[in-house]
């Protein structure tokens, strides 16, 4: 990295942030990172054997990626994670795009979450939402997104920790309530083996949510410089963390399944409706009772904001390691005077993400196609970096074999090939998965113009970026040797 941290003229940067994460704080960020509340309903409409997927991938993909993540992260703990591991195996321009990708995913991804908020909200509370109401709350959620993210991070982290400990409360209360529902009523699905089998069926398009749903690990690394022991507290967050996100996923699946049947579980509002069922089924229809399923939704409602606010806090921390290194313009690397955050990056993220929110909600009839169209996108251009960043294990044990390596993935040589080549095949099948599997009901055509239209335009823009800070940066330096020259004479 660049030894000059930020430019000349801002006097600023983010090594100048406190050390505010320790062991405690950064497993629930990487909780409230990973474990995604908006995802769960759409894994269980795969039905029972959804349960096998998450454990099947757990051991094959998941438990390698955190291992990858681990002696990563422990090894280069700088600010900008992903980033700082791609630049140094690949290159700045594959650490660029790398950034650029894991930055933009999020302005992506940020709409198709808030729409899970209006579909949730509307049916809790309101009864019904008309489409305008709808994207008008997505757009002020986004920019309260993006406020929240320039504040300081020692105020801003408190959204992820609070999060994460409202997505455990209500995804192992939504399993507790299943159970309940389940000695009571009996279970609303059939659990007998045969539907544990995988099976290739018409749910698969919903398959790639799973693997999907284990990314993030590296969003602490992200954060480096903010981390008080980085080389001894990544990889035991990862440990940590990891059972935890497992084991609520694995509940939380099987509390819908419990008491909705699959043909009846919708993706937007699946959590909420088996809460729904679970409390009036189990708990009773009293005043008492609704006002606890209120407060539960609020939680439920406030997990997606929490959520969102702490990818766009990883991604525009990689993002703006970019505009410091001067390999992407500078803007992306202004840090504000007063809270020490990228604000511009913040700000460019808002633009981005209200513009496709209006564009799919013109696009789109139904909620259901807004979320999936949005979320599939944001998905493609998420897993293009993880492409890069789990070589980048092999490649940078062979470029700096004598970097300390205070945690290594188990089994040597042979792991570091095992694990990379596990990930990377499950992060290829699934980028492979969501360009094939449209989900039913959803324009095949608007679906594709959008997901490939968006990940070329999206890597055409990268590459932009890119070469337009390097002819900058480049004029610059010329400019500067003219100086000193002049000078000189």
Same mark, same amino acid.
């Given at each position: 990295?660049?030894?000059?941290?930020?430019?000349?003229?801002?006097?600023?940067?983010?090594?100048?942030?406190?050390?505010?994460?320790?062991?405690?704080?950064?497993?629930?960020?990487?909780?409230?990172?990973?474990?995604?509340?908006?995802?769960?309903?759409?894994?269980?409409? !795969?039905?029972?054997?959804?349960?096998?997927?998450? !454990?099947?991938?757990?051991?094959?993909?998941?438990?390698?990626?955190?291992?990858?993540?681990?002696?990563?992260?422990?090894?280069?703990?700088?600010?900008?994670?992903?980033?700082?591991?791609?630049?140094?195996?690949?290159?700045?321009? %594959?650490?660029?795009?790398?950034?650029?990708?894991?930055?933009?995913?999020?302005?992506?991804?940020?709409?198709?979450?808030?729409?899970?908020?209006?579909?949730?909200?509307?049916?809790?509370?309101?009864?019904?939402?008309?489409?305008?109401?709808?994207?008008?709350?997505?757009?002020?959620?986004?920019?309260?997104?993006?406020?929240?993210?320039?504040?300081?991070?020692?105020?801003?982290?408190?959204?992820?920790?609070?999060?994460?400990?409202?997505?455990?409360?209500?995804?192992?209360?939504?399993?507790?309530?299943?159970?309940?529902?389940?000695?009571?009523?009996?279970?609303?699905?059939?659990?007998?083996?045969?539907?544990?089998?995988?099976? %290739?069926?018409?749910?698969?398009?919903?398959?790639?949510?799973?693997?999907?749903?284990?990314?993030?690990?590296?969003?602490?690394?992200?954060?480096?410089?903010?981390?008080?022991?980085?080389?001894?507290?990544?990889?035991?967050?990862?440990?940590?963390?990891?059972?935890?996100?497992?084991?609520?996923?694995?509940?939380?699946?099987?509390?819908?399944?419990?008491?909705?049947?699959?043909?009846?579980?919708?993706?937007?509002?699946?959590?909420?409706?088996?809460?729904?069922?679970?409390?009036?089924?189990?708990?009773?229809?009293?005043?008492?009772?609704?006002?606890?399923?209120?407060?539960?939704?609020?939680?439920?409602?406030?997990?997606?904001?929490?959520?969102?606010?702490?990818?766009?806090?990883?991604?525009?921390?990689?993002?703006?390691?970019?505009?410091?290194?001067?390999?992407?313009?500078?803007?992306?690397?202004?840090?504000?005077?007063?809270?020490?955050?990228?604000?511009?990056?913040?700000?460019?993220?808002?633009?981005?993400?209200?513009?496709?929110? !209006?564009?799919?909600?013109?696009?789109?009839?139904?909620?259901?196609?807004?979320?999936?169209?949005?979320?599939?996108?944001?998905?493609?251009?998420?897993?293009?970096?993880?492409?890069?960043?789990?070589?980048?294990?092999?490649?940078?044990?062979?470029?700096?074999?004598?970097?300390?390596?205070?945690?290594?993935?188990?089994?040597?040589?042979?792991?570091?090939?095992?694990?990379?080549?596990?990930?990377?095949?499950?992060?290829?099948?699934?980028?492979?998965?969501?360009?094939?599997?449209?989900?039913?009901?959803?324009?095949?055509?608007?679906?594709?113009?959008?997901?490939?239209?968006?990940?070329?335009?999206?890597?055409?823009?990268?590459?932009?970026?890119?070469?337009?800070?390097?002819?900058?940066?480049?004029?610059?330096?010329?400019?500067?040797?003219?100086?000193?020259?002049?000078?000189?004479?």
């Amino acid at each position: 990295m660049s030894t000059e941290v930020a430019p000349a003229t801002q006097g600023h940067s983010l090594a100048d942030q406190p050390k505010v994460f320790g062991l405690f704080s950064m497993v629930l960020f990487s909780v409230s990172a990973v474990l995604v509340a908006d995802t769960v309903a759409t894994s269980a409409a !795969i039905g029972v054997q959804g349960i096998t997927f998450w !454990i099947a991938l757990a051991v094959l993909f998941f438990l390698p990626y955190g291992f990858v993540t681990a002696e990563l992260g422990s090894a280069w703990p700088d600010e900008g994670g992903i980033y700082v591991w791609v630049r140094e195996a690949f290159g700045p321009f %594959w650490g660029t795009m790398t950034a650029w990708f894991y930055w933009v995913n999020v302005a992506y991804w940020a709409p198709s979450v808030f729409v899970l908020f209006a579909g949730t909200l509307a049916t809790v509370f309101w009864g019904s939402m008309s489409r305008f109401s709808a994207a008008i709350v997505v757009l002020v959620l986004i920019w309260v997104m993006v406020g929240i993210g320039v504040l300081p991070l020692w105020l801003g982290k408190w959204i992820p920790n609070l999060s994460a400990a409202l997505k455990l409360i209500v995804l192992v209360g939504l399993g507790a309530i299943g159970v309940a529902f389940a000695f009571k009523h009996g279970l609303a699905n059939s659990f007998a083996l045969s539907q544990w089998k995988p099976t %290739w069926g018409a749910n698969y398009s919903f398959l790639p949510i799973i693997i999907y749903s284990f990314m993030g690990f590296e969003l602490m690394s992200s954060a480096g410089g903010a981390i008080k022991n980085p080389k001894r507290d990544i990889p035991k967050m990862v440990i940590f963390a990891g059972g935890v996100i497992l084991f609520v996923y694995v509940f939380a699946t099987f509390g819908i399944l419990s008491s909705v049947k699959v043909a009846n579980i919708n993706i937007v509002t699946g959590i909420a409706d088996a809460l729904k069922i679970s409390f009036d089924k189990v708990l009773g229809t009293s005043g008492t009772v609704k006002v606890f399923y209120d407060v539960v939704i609020v939680g439920l409602l406030f997990t997606f904001i929490g959520n969102m606010v702490t990818w766009s806090i990883g991604s525009n921390q990689s993002m703006a390691a970019t505009g410091l290194d001067k390999t992407a313009p500078g803007v992306f690397g202004h840090v504000n005077a007063r809270f020490h955050t990228p604000d511009y990056a913040f700000l460019l993220m808002g633009v981005i993400a209200s513009v496709l929110t !209006i564009v799919n909600y013109a696009l789109f009839s139904s909620n259901q196609s807004v979320f999936w169209t949005i979320f599939a996108l944001s998905s493609i251009v998420l897993l293009f970096p993880y492409l890069l960043m789990f070589p980048a294990l092999l490649v940078l044990r062979r470029k700096e074999p004598d970097k300390p390596r205070p945690y290594r993935v188990p089994w040597g040589t042979f792991g570091a090939w095992l694990w990379t080549i596990l990930c990377e095949t499950g992060i290829v099948f699934t980028i492979v998965l969501f360009f094939y599997a449209v989900p039913e009901g959803t324009p095949k055509v608007t679906y594709w113009a959008i997901t490939g239209g968006g990940t070329i335009v999206s890597f055409i823009v990268g590459w932009w970026l890119y070469r337009h800070a390097r002819r900058t940066s480049s004029g610059a330096g010329a400019d500067a040797h003219v100086i000193d020259s002049e000078t000189a004479r």
